[in-house]
């Protein structure tokens, strides 16, 4: 058995996208800007990416949006669905250096994983976003990277807060991995 | 009516095609409609879709809900694009007809009404065909044809699985936020921002923490039954390729192949009207 690809990546990769998919209707109205809205998916895929991965969170990101922009608004818009993987790949590649799972997610972690998220949904939502909706969509420039930037935005934020604080909590009830300490 | 697309068994010619055929065909459906451009194409596509929709036996009860939404935020996206962009017509048919003339820049071109009128017809393309394969494709079915045309099992799965749990979640999620709700949380638009993203997290982590406890228990128990164990297995679910997939999916390449020769024979993906 590939340790690498086992059975608990392959279930997480299910699971994650079903929670994606459910919590594409879930959104926080930011209330002052009309028609933006925090996506609290965003932190779950973070989440679940910062603790299985890139090849996890890139399913999850590209099949859940897929999938949830499928079943909820009956449209795929591919543009803003390979961001959402690309995301995701930038993340998981620093995956190791959280150690969530290791229950070692402190002050240094945190402030590793936010640079990261931040450089990562930069790379996704003002760079790759926009210039697919151009490419494929031939929509007007001025209005895909302002909807790019707000996406941007309103993700770090989500990410920063919500992401942090799920990584937080989940790496408290792992056990540490140096929390032996020798009897004297 | 359901507020979420869901698989409904039904006897037609479509339910009886593999999942991958009407996957192959959601896939290669979607992409022509995203790279034409061209009016005469995008009619066509909006013709077959009805069609297959009708052959579907696709009820409104069915879609109609998510149908509305879809034309909310079609008209929101037409808007917005006027909004930002009023000339684009413009400068993609390099002809200038005014309407009627608005504040500055913001007049109504023919050309505009268009531009966006195509935007239009490639949304009402594509809908057609997602709603075809979400509601005509037994997920277990698709997982395990999936598998049989050459994707790892191993993902095959995991899409199987994901399908499986999203009403479970869905119901986890509902569960904990009636809870939350009778515990006094506030979500609606009384509470501050600050203060709503503190209130969704209290839903958010019980449903990812029993979510991570749910991959520990499914993992478990495919480990159990030698998940992985094999470089091959065999589906419950799977359905052979028959002569009607193989027809289907030739005549989906090429109409994709003529659909993109006439988009792109005259240089560019528009149609041209106003030259």
Do not use: C
Request: proline share 3%; hydrophobic share 55%.
């Amino acid at each position: 058995m590939n340790k690498k690809f086992g059975i608990k990546e392959v279930v997480a990769m299910g699971i994650g996208t079903a929670l994606f998919v459910v919590l594409t209707n879930v959104q926080i109205p930011l209330g002052f800007i009309p028609n933006t809205a925090l996506q609290t998916r965003a932190a779950v895929l973070a989440f679940f990416t910062a603790v299985f991965g890139p090849i996890v969170g890139a399913v999850i990101g590209f099949a859940g949006h897929a999938l949830g922009d499928a079943v909820f608004y009956g449209s795929v818009w591919w543009s803003w669905v390979v961001p959402e993987a690309v995301f995701a790949i930038i993340v998981g590649i620093f995956s190791k250096k959280y150690a969530i799972k290791e229950g070692e997610f402190g002050t240094k972690q945190i402030i590793i994983f936010n640079v990261v998220q931040v450089i990562a949904n930069a790379v996704a939502w003002i760079i790759v976003a926009p210039v697919l909706d151009i490419l494929i969509y031939a929509e007007p420039r001025n209005k895909v990277f302002v909807q790019g930037v707000s996406a941007f935005v309103a993700n770090i934020i989500v990410v920063g807060v919500l992401g942090t604080i799920l990584a937080v909590a989940y790496s408290k009830v792992g056990a540490k991995s140096s929390s032996l300490q020798k009897e004297d | 009516m359901s507020r979420i697309l869901t698989y409904e068994e039904k006897n037609t010619w479509i339910h009886g095609l593999s999942g991958v055929t009407k996957f192959l065909f959601f896939l290669v459906w979607s992409i022509v409609s995203m790279l034409t451009y061209d009016t005469r194409v995008l009619a066509v596509m909006l013709l077959l879709s009805f069609v297959i929709f009708k052959v579907s036996k696709t009820s409104w009860k069915q879609v109609g809900t998510v149908f509305k939404f879809i034309l909310l935020f079609l008209v929101l996206n037409l808007l917005a694009v006027f909004l930002f962009s009023p000339n684009q017509g413009t400068a993609i048919y390099g002809t200038r007809t005014v309407l009627v003339p608005l504040v500055g820049r913001y007049s109504i071109t023919k050309e505009q009404l268009f531009y966006e009128f195509n935007i239009m017809l490639k949304y009402f393309t594509v809908i057609p065909a997602v709603l075809m394969f979400i509601v005509t494709t037994n997920p277990s079915e698709f997982a395990a044809s999936l598998n049989k045309v050459g994707v790892s099992y191993k993902i095959s799965y995991a899409i199987a699985i994901a399908l499986r749990y999203v009403p479970d979640v869905q119901s986890d999620f509902t569960k904990i936020k009636h809870a939350q709700e009778a515990r006094g949380i506030e979500m609606s638009k009384k509470a501050s921002l600050m203060e709503r993203i503190k209130n969704m997290s209290a839903i958010l982590f019980p449903l990812i923490f029993s979510s991570m406890d749910r991959i520990d228990v499914v993992s478990n128990a495919m480990e159990l039954r030698g998940f992985g164990k094999n470089k091959r297995r065999t589906w419950y679910a799977g359905k052979k390729l028959t002569g009607k997939d193989y027809a289907v999916m030739i005549a989906t390449v090429l109409f994709a192949v003529a659909a993109l020769v006439i988009t792109f024979y005259d240089g560019n993906r528009f149609y041209n009207p106003f030259q």
